[in-house]
């Protein structure tokens, strides 16, 4: 499949563990968030989304961490599966009225059975 | 999935030949982007469209030109393709702010080689 990243952070988490990946975001005005993941090959996929009015967001296995006050995010994955192996995306909407998103580099998150 | 398909999946081509990329989508979506994905950058988007024939630039939108005639399609032409164009094209939709969520979907991309 089509290479995303020689360059990424990278993260190992053993099956059945949890995983953090953080992501620093870089306009303060941003006022909307989602993750995305993609998979070898494939294009990106949400995951989940939050918006600023919000510090926690929880979906199925994954909850999205807002801090503001540094502009930090993070994804938190619960009992990882091989499946979960894949490259992570932050994105920022400055403006939720704006339907552009800026990307983040990318973090690539793997497996370990 | 989006909706999304792409053509071509695969493409290579020489330095100085123009090249075109065709987006497709199922949903009659308002929006359509086209991003490149180049590794240590992430997506940058290249240009994108709010309706038939209204489009804008993006961040990287220098070398490329595009076209939104019919909802269904948006068209990504590179007029003189450069070495630097090398990249993984990927095509994304959104209906806007649905349901509260400003969300693209995304197309399988496409990986462009300029010898």
């Known amino acids: 499949g089509e290479s995303v990243g020689l360059h990424l952070p990278t993260l190992s988490v053993q099956e059945g563990d949890n995983s953090i990946i953080n992501c620093a975001y870089s306009?303060?005005?941003?006022?909307?968030f989602i993750w995305y993941k993609q998979e070898s090959g494939k294009g990106p996929q949400f995951i989940i989304d939050?918006?600023?009015?919000?510090d926690k967001r929880q979906g199925q296995r994954v909850t999205v961490l807002l801090n503001k006050t540094v502009k930090h995010l993070s994804l938190q994955i619960a009992a990882t599966q091989p499946g979960d192996s894949a490259v992570y995306f932050c994105?920022?909407?400055?403006?939720?009225?704006?339907?552009?998103?800026?990307f983040g580099t990318g973090t690539r998150l793997t497996i370990i059975p | 999935d989006a909706g999304i398909t792409q053509s071509p999946r695969h493409k290579v081509t020489e330095t100085g030949t123009p090249v075109t990329l065709r987006c497709h989508q199922t949903?009659?979506?308002?929006?359509m982007y086209w991003y490149r994905q180049d590794p240590g950058h992430g997506l940058r988007l290249i240009h994108y469209?709010?309706?038939?024939?209204?489009?804008d630039k993006g961040e990287v939108s220098d070398g490329y030109s595009v076209s939104r005639s019919k909802t269904e399609d948006f068209l990504l032409t590179l007029e003189s393709a450069t070495s630097s164009q090398t990249s993984v094209y990927f095509c994304?939709?959104?209906?806007?702010?649905?349901?509260?969520?400003?969300?693209?979907?995304f197309g399988p991309g496409t990986r462009l080689t300029v010898l």
């Open positions: 994105a920022e909407n400055l403006d939720f009225g704006n339907e552009k998103l800026t």
């Open positions: 939050i918006r600023s009015n919000m």
């Open positions: 994304a939709n959104s209906p806007g702010l649905a349901g509260g969520r400003n969300e693209q979907f």
């Open positions: 306009n303060s005005a941003s006022d909307y």
């Open positions: 949903e009659n979506h308002r929006y």
């Open positions: 469209s709010y309706g038939v024939k209204d489009t």
